[in-house]
């Protein structure tokens, strides 16, 4: 038996430095997406689903979770 086992035989693997740069640059969206929900005159969002299914929300967790 290896000493690393992979859940996923065809996942990439990155070193520190790439893992981390991949972190931020993935928080950095997210912040970009959810400052505008934030606060006294946040915005609503649109989410259209790949059915065509449309849901309109000013609610953080709505947009994570959707």
Do not use: F, V, Y
């Given at each position: 038996m290896s000493a690393i086992t992979t859940l996923n035989p065809k996942a990439e693997s990155a070193r520190q430095a790439q893992a981390l740069a991949i972190n931020i640059s993935a928080?950095?969206?997210l912040a970009e997406?959810?400052?505008?929900n934030l606060g006294p005159k946040r915005k609503m969002k649109m989410l259209v689903s790949?059915?065509?299914d449309?849901?309109?929300?000013k609610?953080?967790?709505?947009?994570?979770?959707e």
């Open positions: 928080a950095r969206g997406m959810l400052k505008t790949g059915a065509g449309i849901k309109i929300t609610d953080g967790n709505t947009l994570l979770h």
